[in-house]
């Protein structure tokens, strides 16, 4: 099967060029100036040909929580929103804390084809915080990563022994941030909106100070530690201070940190609940920094899929969390027309980074010879996110329903088309 | 009439013109309810349905006398003996009692925004009865109203608000109305139970219960609010929260001339407001509750208009 994408400007992280590219089987074969034949030829004159994006964060509630999506709604979410490789969390039911489950997540996945799925372990077992899993037959069965995520581990000694045994096999840890000792029913940032609101609040300290901790915990060992959905200033500023000293920390942000401020919650909005919470300008404009300047890695979407019914509710007893997959590309677009980032930065936040912190060898770029995952972007196209388009089983997205621009409108998986932007390319 | 809105979800929102002709028309019910009968038929046929998802003496009955005064079908639905024990969510409970043609909601919730939910997705009016540490405007109002009522006008006026300011959806109401109506506020209270952004109100802050008090014409002493603090105790000792943060007959001295001193109630004795201040002539705690009834009166009167 050979796939020919003519006149096309390829997105590296390194530079942007115009080129045709031809994709034999699974591999980009050739990248040339030429007319070369092929069994299908995609004009991709105007759109931006960017490699697979990698979404290092999502959750796909599977098992256990199928009703809100599953690994093929997940899935088809995914490459829909321009995604080909997605790093399910562990917080299913049950949980993902043994290679089991493991096999039966990447099972699925690839019955789909749609998406390389590398499944997080649990860091604990059950994510009780108590005792660290059985992370070595977790890798063997194709795990890449451990984390509690929604749950952070209190214990500094079960977080000590987690990236002293990832570090042992080259893996690594993901620490969702929180001091739960400071949770006081929050369920918004602490700040002047929260006072307003007379909703109880969420200090950004609650996120820094398990962000200290957790470098220390790295330095201490030496173990790779990644930081998720960083939303506070001086979250930053401790790991760039980590950075500098040499510890082994990265971390990632996500599109809602970097577009929405708590001043969006005025309404009592629950699609705007999150965890961590959207927070105040300056933390959205450290964020943005961070993206700027490289001391964040990845961007990632956290894409938490919730039933209508877990969202329409009282504001305290709504879930926490958001749609990601499908606004990925528009959002982080809209950081490149607001002159945060270049296109390429949007190629290394997206795909290059992630492609190395997870040591992929043929993913992150638009090479002869890498695998045939490629995302094409329409910058232009402006579109209502809808029903129509949305493949998830939840709608829990503020942008749900709203005119959205740029958007993946072709993606090509191991060489072949998974997603086709409906009426577009006919 | 200057209201012309479905629901009363706060005072934040509201303009002067808003809060001065709810306070005007209450005026009108105040007279009703002294004389010996105490009845209107501004509500005749309709139904009122106090929702209420938390306990309460003071407002549940006060609502259910102007709902009654004004001749409705007044009903109280307690959570804690419905379909709510059973699982049912906020908005089937609602949407049931929708289906009995009630036409107006009175609604006590625990969770802030809670109220402005139940407005959004219900056909009927409703009115907020107190949300979770959001807002309780019928309270602003008989505030409002009972400062008016001995100090003639708000003009100039200082209002100083003391307590547990972060959990009291009092003190939001108050502040938001009486900054609209240009009254001066002055807040107060234990640092833990202040709002970390304090600033957000845009109030004057005193740095201790003497600064707070002086000058004052009003003073309002909030409840301290223990069952919302959590598993954490917010200070030390009832004795202590006495000592630095109660009101005394003492310190109302260096107050204006003839203070007036407030309290929503139940009044913990001791605590924020000493007995000798609670009993004395400065304490308005029974006219607020006596003009409690007329201010929702006027409320429950102007949204059944409004319906049509």
């Known amino acids: ?426 | 009439m200057s209201y012309k809105r479905k629901d009363l979800l706060g005072t934040r929102d509201l303009s002067s013109d808003e809060l001065m002709f709810f306070l005007d028309y209450a005026k009108e019910f105040k007279n009703l309810n002294n004389q010996s009968i105490k009845k209107a038929d501004n509500l005749r046929g309709k139904t009122v349905i106090n929702v209420f998802y938390e306990n309460s003496t003071r407002t549940r009955t006060s609502f259910e006398t102007a709902a009654k005064r004004l001749g409705a079908d007044a009903i109280n639905f307690t959570a804690s003996q419905s379909s709510t024990k059973k699982g049912e969510t906020l908005i089937d409970t609602i949407h049931n009692m929708e289906a009995m043609k009630t036409d107006i909601f009175v609604v006590r919730h625990n969770c802030s925004g809670s109220v402005r939910f139940i407005a959004q997705n219900s056909n009927a009016c409703v009115v907020n009865a107190g949300d979770g540490l959001n807002e309780h405007p019928t309270q602003a109002l008989l505030d409002l109203f009972t400062i008016r009522e001995h100090k003639g006008s708000f003009k100039g006026l200082n209002v100083s608000i003391i307590g547990d300011i972060e959990h009291s959806r009092v003190a939001r109401s108050d502040i938001w109305a009486m900054k609209t109506l240009g009254i001066n506020v002055t807040l107060f209270g234990p640092p833990m139970m202040m709002p970390n952004r304090v600033d957000a109100f845009g109030c004057r802050v005193a740095k201790n219960m003497e600064e707070a008090v002086e000058g004052a014409d009003v003073i309002i002493m909030l409840r301290v609010q223990l069952e919302r603090q959590g598993s954490s105790t917010p200070f030390p000792s009832t004795r202590e929260y006495s000592k630095f943060f109660g009101l005394t007959k003492e310190r109302v001295k260096l107050a204006n001339k003839n203070p007036l001193v407030f309290h929503p109630g139940p009044i913990n004795r001791g605590v924020e407001l000493n007995s000798d201040v609670a009993d004395s002539e400065c304490s308005m705690v029974l006219n607020q509750v006596e003009n409690g009834v007329a201010v929702r009166m006027a409320v429950l009167s102007t949204l059944i208009k409004n319906r049509g």
Not at chain 1, 23 to 35: L, M, R, Y
């Open chain 1, 1 to 426: 099967m050979r796939l020919f994408i003519k006149n096309a400007t390829i997105v590296n992280s390194d530079g942007t060029k115009k080129a045709n590219i031809l994709i034999e089987d699974d591999k980009i074969a050739k990248i040339t100036d030429e007319n070369l034949d092929a069994d299908k030829v995609i004009d991709a004159t105007g759109k931006l040909v960017m490699p697979g994006l990698i979404d290092m964060h999502v959750h796909f509630r599977d098992p256990g929580y199928e009703y809100k999506d599953d690994i093929n709604s997940g899935s088809e979410a995914a490459v829909a929103g321009g995604v080909t490789t997605v790093l399910p969390m562990a917080n299913t039911n049950p949980v993902n804390d043994n290679a089991v489950i493991t096999r039966d997540m990447i099972a699925k996945a690839k019955a789909r084809g749609l998406v390389d799925l590398l499944p997080i372990g649990a860091i604990s077992k059950q994510l009780k915080g108590e005792g660290i899993t059985e992370m070595g037959d977790m890798l063997n069965a194709g795990a890449v990563a451990f984390s509690d995520d929604g749950l952070p581990v209190s214990s500094s000694d079960v977080m000590r022994a987690a990236l002293e045994y990832t570090k042992h096999f080259g893996s690594y840890v993901i620490s969702h941030c929180e001091d739960c000792s400071m949770c006081r029913s929050g369920v918004m940032h602490e700040g002047k909106v929260s006072a307003i609101l007379g909703l109880k609040g969420m200090p950004r300290e609650k996120e820094e100070i398990m962000v200290s901790r957790d470098m220390l915990l790295a330095k201490l060992t030496g173990g790779h530690i990644h930081i998720a959905h960083v939303s506070s200033q001086w979250s930053l500023k401790m790991i760039e201070m980590a950075k500098k000293e040499g510890i082994n920390v990265t971390c990632e942000a996500t599109p809602h940190h970097f577009t929405f401020t708590d001043e969006n919650l005025m309404n009592y909005d629950t699609n705007f609940k999150m965890s961590p919470p959207l927070r105040e300008i300056t933390d959205k404009e450290a964020v943005r920094e961070g993206l700027k300047s490289g001391l964040i890695d990845v961007i990632a979407t956290d894409h938490a899929p919730h039933n209508v019914d877990d969202k329409f509710t009282e504001f305290d007893h709504a879930a926490f969390g958001i749609l990601g997959l499908q606004t990925l590309v528009p959002l982080t677009l809209k950081l490149v027309e607001d002159g945060v980032i270049t296109l390429e930065d949007m190629v290394r936040l997206t795909s290059k980074r992630p492609a190395e912190i997870l040591n992929l060898k043929n993913k992150g770029a638009i090479e002869e010879g890498y695998l045939a995952d490629i995302t094409i972007i329409d910058p232009d196209i402006e579109y209502v996110y809808d029903e129509n388009l949305n493949k998830s089983k939840s709608t829990n997205s503020p942008l749900f329903g709203k005119m959205l621009k740029g958007a993946a409108v072709v993606t090509i998986k191991n060489g072949k088309i998974v997603w086709d932007f409906p009426n577009l390319m006919a």
